[in-house]
């Protein structure tokens, strides 16, 4: 069997050395076929019950909304008898005398009048000859001359084509007199008019005027959900009726399907399913559409059949698995009481028990074998670079301590406590507590994580603290001013960059204890960076010292022995220069100041 097996595989060109491979070869073979098998029989079977359940559901529901709209086109049809006796006995009155004619008027006018309000119509219109009017305008409610037809989107043409029979027109937002109505009513109109067979002429023609949302109401919702829609169209494939009422008078697209010309009534498009049932009147036909997702939703019942399949095949899965895998759990045990070992205590005899795993062939090995030899090999490394770790690890603290003896400067610790003192003998007792309450906040700024990084506004903020300060025990006057644009000042940087510059220039930018300072920090964008540009008025640098300083930043070292402070910041900021730029930039001219320019990113 393993042979056939192995015979097999290699027709395709497939070996299994590696763990990866046999498991995903077990994996296929035990499970993923007949779950494939079985998900795709059990959805076919699914998706197939629930369409057709859904479709006899939709037509069933079409029927009944059909028969519903059926009746009512019907009924305001078979009106028309009854106006039209009324309009004809109207039009062989004659006009004089005067009194007949408006008695007959009247007569006709009230009968309409209450067959609108029995049937509840929305609207009667009806149009007359002109000479059938005493006032050439008609009542300007229902009755009109003939010539007013184009105010209800009609012509006499149309009429004519239309014959003695009844045709119904949509008309969305139509305009009605304001005597009638103000606001425009989307209408459903039943078009009737009878015409001289001598002369040609129209005799009269009147409208019945239904709301389209009667019919909105009519076409809700079938079944149970939203997404569904009801509508009927005519034979341009244009929406007459239509449960909402803003898609009234739009083409229907039908994806090269012509739902006119075929004789089976359910349509997939796209991803929407349809369902055509035609009305009496054969112009019009009542189509139902459903998203196909609520079909396959409705196939729920059958996917706990799917689900008891798939968890009968991963138990048997999960059976085939543990009994197959025993070849490997002996090496997987024995790679783990070695690292256990090795955890525990410096024993390395215990890499012995690797040897069978890690001297086979290289061709041989899969990839626990290739892990056992790792394994071995970074062990023994590891002894052997644990004294370089060890050192390196010394030579980090001691960096970090001289970092922190550096920024915590007694000196200028104990000229600001004797300014205090001083200040509290002379009387100052407010500049004193001010003076202290700085100091704190200086201290309790500068003892936090140095990598830290804080808003721009919290460094600006402890830079103008240590000037505070300085400016307190120095007898120069030192002014600064912060330049920033909006919002820049919640972006974040490394903590304590600003002080060693501060300090840099009151050390060595005043030339004698008459003279005064100036310092500029001013921070803006630059495209998708920040430009930083700290600034001084004092006495500069010769080329010398420039030169010195500027080599210092290149080397990206922190130098103990000089410009510690400056190269210090330089170092700590190498992780978030911007691109394009590495370093610290510095100007300077004798008698001119000094200027350092720092570009970094934007980091929130």
Request: a neutral charge; glycine letters at 2%.
């Amino acid at each position: 069997m393993k042979k056939n097996i192995k015979r097999f595989l290699s027709s395709f060109h497939l070996k299994l050395n590696t763990v990866y491979k046999k498991l995903v070869c077990l994996t296929l073979v035990c499970s993923l076929v007949p779950l494939l098998l079985t998900s795709s029989i059990s959805y076919y079977m699914a998706y197939s019950m629930s369409k057709n359940r859904t479709i006899d559901s939709l037509r069933a529901a079409n029927r009944q909304i059909a028969i519903n709209i059926n009746n009512r086109l019907s009924q305001i049809e078979s009106l028309s008898n009854s106006i039209s006796f009324y309009l004809y006995h109207l039009q062989k009155t004659p006009l004089y005398p005067l009194s007949e004619y408006l008695s007959a008027f009247s007569q006709s006018r009230n009968s309409i009048g209450s067959i609108k309000s029995t049937f509840k119509l929305l609207q009667i219109t009806v149009f007359l000859p002109e000479d059938c009017f005493i006032n050439p305008n008609g009542n300007g409610i229902n009755f009109f001359p003939l010539n007013r037809l184009s105010d209800y989107n009609m012509t006499e043409q149309e009429l004519f084509d239309a014959g003695s029979r009844s045709f119904w027109r949509t008309n969305k937002d139509l305009q009605f007199p304001a005597a009638f109505s103000a606001i425009p009513k989307s209408v459903m109109t039943c078009w009737n008019a009878y015409r001289n067979i001598y002369t040609g002429s129209l005799n009269y023609a009147f409208a019945c005027h239904l709301r389209l949302s009667e019919f909105s109401e009519l076409l809700s919702s079938p079944i149970d959900t939203s997404d569904s829609r009801s509508y009927v169209i005519d034979q341009d494939n244009r929406i007459l009726m239509h449960s909402d009422e803003k898609k009234i008078g739009s083409l229907l697209a039908a994806d090269q399907v012509n739902l006119w010309d075929e004789t089976r009534d359910s349509f997939i498009v796209g991803d929407t399913l349809l369902v055509a049932q035609p009305l009496d009147n054969p112009s019009m036909m009542l189509i139902t559409q459903i998203p196909l997702s609520y079909v396959r939703q409705n196939g729920n019942f059958i996917l706990t059949f799917l689900l008891l399949a798939i968890c009968s095949i991963i138990i048997c899965t999960v059976c085939l698995s543990i009994a197959a895998s025993k070849t490997f759990t002996r090496r997987f045990h024995t790679l783990s009481q070695v690292m256990e070992s090795i955890k525990a205590s410096e024993n390395r005899d215990i890499l012995k028990l690797l040897r069978p795993m890690t001297s086979r062939p290289a061709c041989d090995r899969d990839e626990l074998d290739q892990l056992a030899g790792t394994y071995e090999t970074m062990v023994l490394e590891h002894d052997e670079y644990f004294k370089q770790i060890l050192e390196m690890s010394l030579q980090t603290e001691k960096l970090k301590y001289q970092l922190l003896q550096s920024q915590i400067n007694p000196h200028f610790l104990f000229n600001t406590l004797n300014t205090i003192v001083s200040c509290q003998s002379l009387g100052k007792v407010e500049l004193a507590s001010q003076t202290i309450t700085n100091l704190s906040q200086f201290y309790r700024h500068l003892l936090h994580d140095p990598d830290h990084l804080i808003p721009i506004r919290e460094e600006l903020l402890v830079t103008e603290l240590y000037l505070k300060l300085i400016c307190v025990s120095k007898p120069n006057r030192i002014t600064w001013s912060f330049e920033t644009e909006d919002g820049i000042e919640h972006f974040l940087i490394c903590k304590f960059i600003f002080q060693p510059f501060m300090e840099n220039a009151i050390i060595h930018a005043i030339p004698d204890s008459n003279s005064s300072l100036h310092i500029v920090i001013s921070i803006h964008y630059d495209e998708d960076t920040i430009l930083i540009r700290i600034s001084d008025n004092g006495i500069g640098m010769d080329k010398e010292r420039l030169a010195d300083i500027r080599q210092t930043l290149q080397k990206h070292q922190a130098d103990y022995d000089k410009n510690y402070g400056i190269s210090n910041v330089n170092v700590r900021l190498t992780p978030y220069f911007a691109p394009g730029s590495d370093t610290i930039q510095l100007e300077s001219h004798p008698g001119c100041g000094t200027s350092f320019t720092i570009h970094l990113k934007q980091i929130l």
